[in-house]
């Protein structure tokens, strides 16, 4: 590799990590996965349109947007970890060079590594691999275990952790641009979005569209969870509930509205995505 002083940012920050890796490679057939909710706006225009016209997938300093802390910017909690993790190697870079989070599917579920964020996510491809770090638990907890590629040790770990679904992630870190035509390998959606004007913003990305077997939970399942996120939620969750279920579509044209506060909206979701999720997205 180039000299430090004429590496760019990525590339100091993937040798960083990859100092503080260890462990065996990572299986090839493992992948990325970027999840997010497909049917939300981006400055007023839907989030694929947004896409397809960029053709680019953009991290969250330069969206501005989040299914997450929306905490991207100069002193923010995200620019912290990062300046943390990376060795720094970020903190004068344009925000357009700073990388993408996703999660690896070490457990192959259909739905993506990280639903937690969403009914959708695009599926990398392998070759996105090799400039990736890896980090576990979540950046947002500060970690001191990390992997790359060629030294994947976090997958022991995280199957020797006893987390909730939700929480069950291995971070991922992209490192450099993730062009849709190139570098996805499918978006995945909820079924329940067939026939809708998310399928045809989908179809205009120039990546392959799969479906998933769905995330639905009933209004009875909902009531049944009060502890989990708190009966404030379940309560959200009946009042939004259509024939007395829920599904990605329903819990989006809700946030849509701003009758509700996002972030008990976003806790909605958390019910769908833990006790609605399709059998085999399970452990």
């Known amino acids: 590799m180039s000299s430090e002083a004429q590496q760019t940012a990525q590339e100091r920050a993937l040798d960083h990590v990859a100092g503080l890796a260890s462990g065996p490679p990572l299986d090839p057939t493992l992948r990325v996965t970027l999840n997010f909710h497909p049917d939300r706006l981006l400055r007023g225009k839907p989030i694929l349109d947004a896409m397809a016209d960029d053709g680019v997938y953009r991290s969250q300093f330069v969206t501005g947007t989040s299914n997450g802390g929306l905490t991207a910017h100069p002193g923010g909690d995200r620019w912290r970890w990062e300046s943390r993790i990376f060795d720094g190697s970020y903190d004068a870079a344009p925000t357009h060079e700073r990388p ?39 950046s947002t907890l500060e970690p001191t275990d990390f992997g790359v590629a060629a030294g994947m040790g976090l997958i022991e770990v995280a199957l020797a952790d006893h987390q909730d679904v ?29 026939g ?4 045809a913003s989908a179809l205009r990305l120039g990546c392959e569209v799969e479906w998933h077997r769905g995330f639905r939970l009933t209004v009875g399942e909902l009531r049944r969870h009060p502890a989990y996120r708190g009966q404030e939620y379940v309560d959200l969750g009946a009042r939004i509930a259509i024939d007395g279920a829920l599904d990605p579509r329903i819990v989006g044209d809700a946030a849509r509205t701003g009758l509700y506060d996002p972030q008990a909206v976003k806790k909605v ?15």
Do not use: K, M
């Open 166 to 194: 939700l929480d069950d992630c291995i971070e991922a870190h992209v490192h450099g641009p993730v062009q849709l035509r190139r570098h996805a390998e499918a978006l995945v959606l909820d079924p329940c979005f067939r």
């Open 100 to 138: 993408v989070y996703g999660a690896l599917n070490f457990r192959r579920r259909p739905t993506g590594a990280a639903p937690r964020f969403g009914s959708a996510h695009f599926r990398l491809t392998a070759e996105t691999l090799a400039r990736t770090t890896f980090c576990y638990p979540d």
């Open 196 to 199: 809708t004007s998310v399928e």
């Open 269 to 283: 979701w958390h019910y769908l995505a833990r006790f609605g999720a399709p059998a085999s997205a399970g452990r």
